[in-house]
């Protein structure tokens, strides 16, 4: 009896090699060994729909907590809930965006508003003025990306659970923090060993240098930051298979717009820059009225979780049950990289 952990033989690697050759045979005439292995080592598919089961299940359970911690007893629990699924989900997407050449979506703005917020919460929660720009950048371009970027709640969906996680996660723990500050003060950070110490600005003490200016000038050194990184700290590849957020969507509409505009392709980063500041300035300008009015933002992020649970619906009534099976079959295969 072989021992459970034991390395396979090479002799039985090449077996199922030799196997899944003159299975390939069957159906194509083209083939190479390193696609042989892909189709040795993928899973069946009753393996991939037990992946998307144990998903859907944890995704349920997900909406469950995040529910009971926003609106129960212990509030609290939502700034570990939050932390905790940040360094699980980022670090999960960056290894499935790595193997399809998508890991530079990372390096997008939400990513790092998702930062700043954990830094506030564990590092400085008595900075009230960075709460007020955390508070602004999550209430504004992280969550009206739901709509931008038409997120949906599917369950099932690792890649699409995250992008939600991303994008609303931060609105949900700045409004538990801003609204129910003496409830979250009254849990215990294990790392100082005491309560939590969340200090605010008062409503009318709160302007727009802290809603506005703060997250903007923030915004602005990301931009820096971000060219720096994809033109010399790790240079994006000329490989066009290689996305960021900025070829996405140049490739599309967008792009077809902006090179309308004067100076054509040549001045395509300029404008892309212009209308991207621009978004993000108008998304900020009603921080402050989020921060002063809590009916204000009650409403403004049910509207936008109704976007997000419609667009889910959309995807189990109109694309999920029409292609889900071919889906399970191509991930089965090899042939389509497994992003939920």
């Known amino acids: 009896m072989a021992l459970l952990g034991a390395e396979r033989s090479p002799a039985s690697e090449d077996l199922q090699v030799e196997k899944a050759r003159l299975l390939y045979k069957q159906t194509s005439d083209q083939f190479n060994d390193e696609e042989l292995a892909t189709h040795v080592a993928a899973p069946t598919p009753s393996f991939v729909k037990l992946e998307d089961k144990v998903f859907f299940v944890l995704g349920v359970v997900n909406i469950i907590l995040l529910t009971f911690f926003c609106f129960g007893p212990v509030k609290w629990l939502l700034v570990y809930f939050t932390t905790i699924k940040f360094l699980v989900l980022i670090p999960t997407r960056f290894w499935l965006y790595r193997k399809s050449k998508s890991q530079y979506f990372l390096l997008d703005l939400c990513y790092f508003a998702n930062g700043l917020l954990l830094v506030q919460m564990w590092l400085l929660p008595g900075h009230e003025g960075l709460f007020a720009a955390a508070f602004s950048l999550a209430c504004g371009p992280l969550m009206f990306a739901v709509a931008l970027f038409r997120n949906s709640l599917v369950f099932h969906s690792l890649d699409k659970i995250t992008s ?145 649970i419609w667009n889910g619906a959309n995807f189990y009534v109109e694309v999920f049950s029409k292609n889900y099976q071919k889906e399970v079959v191509e991930r089965a295969q090899g042939t389509k990289p497994f992003l939920g």
């Open 164 to 308: 939600c996680f991303i994008h609303v996660s931060p609105f949900l723990t700045c409004y538990v923090i801003r609204y129910h500050q003496a409830e979250v003060n009254q849990g215990w950070n294990v790392f100082t060993s005491r309560h939590f110490e969340f200090e605010l600005l008062p409503p009318q003490e709160v302007g727009l240098m802290e809603t506005f200016v703060y997250p903007f000038c923030f915004f602005l050194c990301h931009q820096v930051m971000y060219a720096l990184c994809v033109n010399v700290v790790c240079r994006l590849p000329e490989d066009p298979e290689y996305l960021t957020c900025y070829r996405y969507l140049i490739s599309g509409s967008v792009g077809d717009k902006l090179k309308k505009l004067p100076g054509g392709e040549r001045f395509l980063p300029f404008w892309y820059f212009t209308a991207n500041a621009t978004l993000v300035a108008c998304l900020l300008l009603p921080g402050i009225l989020y921060y002063r009015y809590f009916w204000l933002m009650i409403a403004y992020g049910t509207a936008l979780v109704l976007v997000c």
